[in-house]
């Protein structure tokens, strides 16, 4: 329906969070967040984001290990009004420090175990927001911007295999219509129980989280990578998940 995608992200997450405050939305390992908890988490983030890069619509870079803070982080950002750039913290330095000139970020969103690449990629300390130590120094209120269905939302990079990196622009709009396709399309709904796979620079790994929380269904991070393959047949029955993959 138009409607469904003539609003910002943040609105949408914000109808779910309302619709279900005490669903399940993430559950990583012991870290579990109920829908409340999320949309807090990722307010916090919001507010540091804003009281430290402003409200303009710039790009933000995330880089974050896969799992339950990068989806709050990412969550943060948009709610921020910020263009959402997600870095992969094992890919070369150079590639990363490319996109970062590339896109024109303005900083990056990181945590402690990746300060120290972080401060190496930017000018300034300033330009780098550490989440482990915002605490609850931010309010955890929604921040309330009016954000245009036009306003750009991400910049999608490809791998550069045939070269260098190339960033793809998604309007709020595209990125809500790309969200709202797949969850109309599977019938994704509150009480389903989602795998996030994906690795947190890929291109997959932002949409399949909108894809969960836009629906009011719960997203279960598993890093292939850290756990490897054996655990996940395993981890799928005991965690009862329904989506094994969404595209």
Not at 28 to 41: K, T
Not at 84 to 100: E, F, H, Q, Y
């Amino acid at each position: 329906k138009k409607e469904e995608i003539e609003q910002s992200i943040p609105v949408r997450f914000e109808k779910i969070v309302a619709e279900y405050p005490h669903g399940l939305a993430v559950k990583d390992g012991d870290r579990i967040y109920s829908y409340n908890e999320l949309n807090e988490a990722a307010n916090r983030i919001a507010w540091a984001v804003m009281e430290r890069f402003g409200t303009e619509n710039e790009p933000l870079a995330v880089m974050l290990e896969h799992g339950a803070t990068a989806i709050v982080a990412i969550l943060g950002v948009l709610k921020a009004g910020k263009i959402l750039v997600v870095l992969d913290a094992s890919n070369p330095k150079r590639r990363i420090a490319g996109i970062l000139e590339n896109s024109g970020a303005v900083g990056v969103v990181t945590n402690t175990a990746n300060l120290p690449l972080a401060g190496a990629l930017v000018e300034t300390a300033h330009r780098v927001l550490n989440v482990d130590i915002l605490g609850c120094s931010f309010s955890t209120e929604n921040v309330g911007l009016s954000l245009s269905p036009d306003r750009i939302a991400q910049i999608l990079y490809t791998s550069g295999s045939t070269g260098q990196p190339k960033g793809v622009v998604w309007d709020c709009r595209l990125l809500l219509h790309h969200a709202m396709s797949a969850i109309n399309a599977c019938h994704f709904c509150f009480g389903d129980r989602l795998s996030l796979l994906f690795n947190p620079g890929s291109t997959a790994f932002p949409q399949s989280v909108l894809r969960a929380v836009l629906a009011g269904a719960a997203l279960f991070p598993f890093d292939v990578q850290y756990h490897g393959c054996a655990d996940l047949g395993p981890w799928l029955v005991r965690e009862k998940i329904t989506v094994y993959r969404s595209f």
